[in-house]
C-alpha cells in the first residue's frame, strides 16, 4: 500500500480519520505509524495529498492534510479482455489498475466457461481496483464495463470506440504484422482468452476495424501480456 485511498466522507472536516480495518492492520503491522509521521493519502475519484498524523488510536488514526500531490497520469488506453478465470482475473484488475489503464472492458468469447460469468469476484471488482490504485498511488478509478455477449458488442459498440486517433489491436500470434512500439495516442488494446479468440472472432475484430498484431510466435498467458504490451506500446 503506497497510499491510503480515502472516501470523501472521511476528509469533510479539518482532521481526516482512517478506520477501515483492513487499512487499520496494514498501517500498524507494515508501517508502524506513529503520531508525527508523514502518509500519503488520496481521496476517491479527487486529490492526492501529504498528510501528518495527529493521532492514532485503537479504532482509527486521525491526520491532516499537509500539502497537496500530483495524480499519476493514465495511460490513454481501453483494454479489452476476453474474461479469464476467477483468480487470474483479479491479478488482471489489479496490475491493469496499477498501471493506469483508463477503461476495461470484460467480454465474454467462445473459449471463456460461462461459469466464469457467476464468480463472485465479479461482485467485489471495486474491492480490487482500490488495492490497484493503492499500489499505484492513484485516485481515479477506470470504467469497467462487462459484455457477456460478443458478436452485439463487436458489431454495434466497438466500432463507436474506434477512431482515427484511436486504433484498435487485437493480440493475435498467428499474424505477421508486429503490433507498434512507443506509440504517441490513445489506443484499445484486445486480448483474447486463454487458447485465443477462434478464427471467426478474429474475422469479426477485424471487419469492424481492428487491426490484428503479432508480439511474437510465443503463446502468452492473459496477466503476462497484458504489461508486456502496455510496455511495448507506451513509455511507462
Not at 497484458?226 to 506500446?233: A, S
Request: neutral net charge.
Amino acid at each position: 500500500m503506497n497510499l491510503v485511498l480515502l472516501d470523501p466522507r472521511q476528509t469533510a472536516s479539518e482532521i481526516w480519520s482512517i478506520s477501515a480495518k483492513r487499512q487499520l492492520e496494514h498501517l500498524r503491522t507494515h508501517v508502524d505509524v506513529q503520531v508525527g509521521d508523514t502518509l500519503k493519502v488520496g481521496v476517491r475519484e479527487g486529490k492526492r495529498y501529504l498528510t501528518q498524523i495527529v493521532n492514532v488510536s485503537e479504532q482509527q488514526i486521525q491526520l491532516k492534510a499537509l500539502h497537496e500531490e500530483a495524480v499519476p497520469a493514465k495511460l490513454p488506453v481501453t483494454l479489452i479482455v476476453a474474461l479469464p478465470r476467477p483468480k487470474v482475473l483479479r491479478r488482471l484488475i489489479m496490475d491493469s489498475v496499477t498501471l493506469g489503464v483508463e477503461k476495461i472492458i470484460l467480454l465474454h468469447s467462445y473459449r471463456v466457461d460461462k461459469s466464469y460469468w457467476q464468480t463472485p469476484f465479479l461482485q467485489q471488482l471495486s474491492h480490487y481496483v482500490d488495492l490497484g490504485l493503492e499500489q499505484a498511488g492513484d485516485t481515479i478509478a477506470p470504467q469497467i464495463q462487462l459484455h457477456k455477449r460478443f458478436k452485439p458488442f463487436v458489431e454495434d459498440v466497438l466500432p463507436t470506440l474506434i477512431t482515427a486517433d484511436r486504433p484498435a489491436f487485437v493480440a493475435h500470434p498467428y499474424v505477421t504484422e508486429a503490433m507498434p512500439v512507443a506509440i504517441d495516442h490513445p489506443c484499445i488494446v484486445i486480448i483474447g482468452p486463454e487458447g485465443g479468440f477462434i478464427p471467426y472472432e478474429v474475422d469479426l475484430l477485424i471487419k469492424n476495424g481492428c487491426q490484428a498484431v503479432s508480439l511474437g510466435n510465443r503463446i502468452i498467458r492473459t496477466e503476462t501480456v497484458i504489461p508486456y504490451v502496455f510496455g511495448r506500446l507506451f513509455t511507462l
